[in-house]
T-cell receptor, first 113, second 114 residues
C-alpha cells in the first residue's frame, strides 16, 4: 500500500534562507509524486509533480524537488524563502495513474523577516 | 471559468441533522473527489467518482454518501451528522484517471457539528 511521511509538522526559516521540506514515500511500484501548497483559507494547488521523466522537477514559484529512488524521498526545496511562501505544504503519492492520491499530513512553513 | 465551486462555505449542524455539500466544476473533467481535512491529519479521501455514473469509497467513507448527478456535479451527503464529522471538506476534479493529472481543488466547506 502507498503511504507518505512528511518529517516536521512545522518548519521555520528566515526570509532569504533555504527552504527544505522533507517527504518520504512507500510504494510497491515506481510512484507518481506530487507537492501541493495550501494558502490560508484556500484549497490546494499543485506546485510540481514527478512522473518518471527527469528526477529533478521544477515547479512554480521557484520550488523544485528531486526524486531519489534509493532513499524513497521526494524533498521540496527553494533556494531563498520569501514571506509569501508561508503556507502549508502537502506531499502526495499515487502508485499508478489509476490510483487515488494519498496525502502526507502536511508541513506548515513559517517565514520570518 | 470558475473552476471548482463548493457550497456552502460554512455550515453549523446539530448532531443528527442531515445536509448535502454541493460541488460543481466547469472544466469538463471526468473524475471528481471528496476529501476531508483535519488538523495534523492531512487530506483523507472520502469518496470519488472516476467518471460519470460511477462512485467508489475512499479511505474514510463511513457516515457519508455521494451522488454524481452529472458530469459537472458531485454532491456529498451526511445523513445523520456527528461531532466527529466536524472538518473542512474539499472537492476536487481531474481531467480523468490514468496518467498523473493535476487535481483542481475547490475553496472548501467548513462544517461544525455541535
Amino acid at each position: 500500500a502507498q503511504s507518505v511521511t512528511q518529517l516536521g509538522s512545522h518548519v521555520s526559516v528566515s526570509e532569504g534562507a533555504l527552504v527544505l521540506l522533507r517527504c518520504n514515500y512507500s510504494s510497491s511500484v515506481p510512484p507518481y509524486l506530487f507537492w501541493y501548497v495550501q494558502y490560508p483559507n484556500q484549497g490546494l494547488q499543485l506546485l510540481l509533480k514527478y512522473t518518471s521523466a527527469a528526477t529533478l522537477v521544477k515547479g512554480i514559484n521557484g520550488f523544485e524537488a528531486e526524486f531519489k529512488k534509493s532513499e524513497t524521498s521526494f524533498h521540496l526545496t527553494k533556494p531563498s524563502a520569501h514571506m509569501s511562501d508561508a503556507a502549508e505544504y502537502f506531499c502526495a503519492v499515487s502508485e499508478t495513474g489509476y490510483s487515488t492520491l494519498t496525502f502526507g499530513k502536511g508541513t506548515m512553513l513559517l517565514v520570518s523577516p | 471559468n470558475a473552476g471548482v465551486t463548493q457550497t456552502p462555505k460554512f455550515q453549523v449542524l446539530k448532531t443528527g441533522q442531515s445536509m448535502t455539500l454541493q460541488c460543481a466544476q466547469d472544466m469538463n473533467h471526468n473524475s471528481m473527489y471528496w476529501y476531508r481535512q483535519d488538523p495534523g491529519m492531512g487530506l483523507r479521501l472520502i469518496y470519488y467518482s472516476a467518471s460519470e455514473g460511477t462512485t467508489d469509497k475512499g479511505e474514510v467513507p463511513n457516515g457519508y454518501n455521494v451522488s454524481r448527478l452529472n458530469k459537472r456535479e458531485f454532491s456529498l451527503r451526511l445523513e445523520s451528522a456527528a461531532p466527529s464529522q466536524t472538518s473542512v471538506y474539499f472537492c476536487a476534479s481531474e481531467p480523468r484517471q490514468g496518467n498523473p493529472y493535476e487535481q483542481y481543488f475547490g475553496p472548501g466547506t467548513r462544517l461544525t457539528v455541535t
